[in-house]
């Protein structure tokens, strides 16, 4: 997997702000949107595109369009929620699915709880969605979903992430032959006993949505 940390004064100022306790969840919806769209331009350096064909008022020349099929934005339920306009704002014309995934802690299986996503994912670039990429096993899940359906690209754009959840994708998605992409806001020192990013910032979903 190719890790990309996003290292940019203004990415790391905004999630100063969300890092910080005080901060209140419409201030940390408004930045985190902010932040993903800042992620986002690096997520998509390598977004298919294919030459388009135009005129100015002077003269013809050359530019480039988005290829088909359309990309696919796949945030994952809940939190992932919260990253999706600041996704979308800049890839208006992207798809959008949606992947609900939870760990059976009896069977240790993956159970997909919510899917709505085209049954048939080949040849598309996905780009997935997630805010903390702690222990790898929602994402790790995902990414193998995706790849099952034909993906055949796949990038993941994560707020935080824990060395020890970049580790475990890496092993899990060893035997894979595609290219996946980790784009992230930082890595932080570790997870605690609790399964949480230390720094980090947080329960991402109770503090974007509040605790429900
Ligand atoms: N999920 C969160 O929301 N926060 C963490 O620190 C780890 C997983």
Do not use: W
């Not at 009896?106 to 996503?117: D, P, S």
């Not at 990429?133 to 690209?153: H, K, P």
């Not at 930082?186 to 509040?210: C, F, H, M, S």
């Amino acid at each position: 997997m190719r890790v990309h940390v996003a290292d940019h004064p203004l990415i790391t100022h905004k999630l100063t702000y969300l890092r910080d306790k005080r901060t209140d969840s419409p201030t940390f919806r408004r930045l985190a949107e902010e932040l993903v769209t800042l992620l986002a331009y690096e997520a998509t350096r390598d977004v298919r595109v294919e030459p388009y064909e135009i005129e100015t008022p002077v003269a013809p020349t050359t530019g480039i369009k988005l290829s088909n099929p359309k990309p696919l934005i796949v945030p994952i339920l809940r939190a992932g929620l919260g990253m999706l306009e600041g996704m979308v704002r800049l890839l208006p014309s992207a798809e959008v699915g949606f992947l609900g995934m939870q760990r059976n802690e009896e069977t240790l299986e993956a159970i997909t709880y919510a899917n709505r996503l085209p049954d048939d994912l080949s040849g598309r670039q996905c780009y997935v969605l997630d805010p903390m990429l702690a222990t790898g096993g929602t994402l790790a899940m995902s990414i193998q979903y995706l790849v099952e359906r034909g993906a055949d690209d796949i990038t993941a754009v994560t707020l935080l992430a824990a060395p020890e959840g970049i580790k475990y994708v890496e092993d899990e998605l060893a035997g894979l032959d595609i290219p996946v992409h980790l784009v992230t806001g930082a890595i932080d020192e570790k997870l605690n006993e609790k399964g949480y990013i230390v720094p980090g910032l947080g329960d991402a979903g109770d503090r974007l949505y509040g605790v429900v």
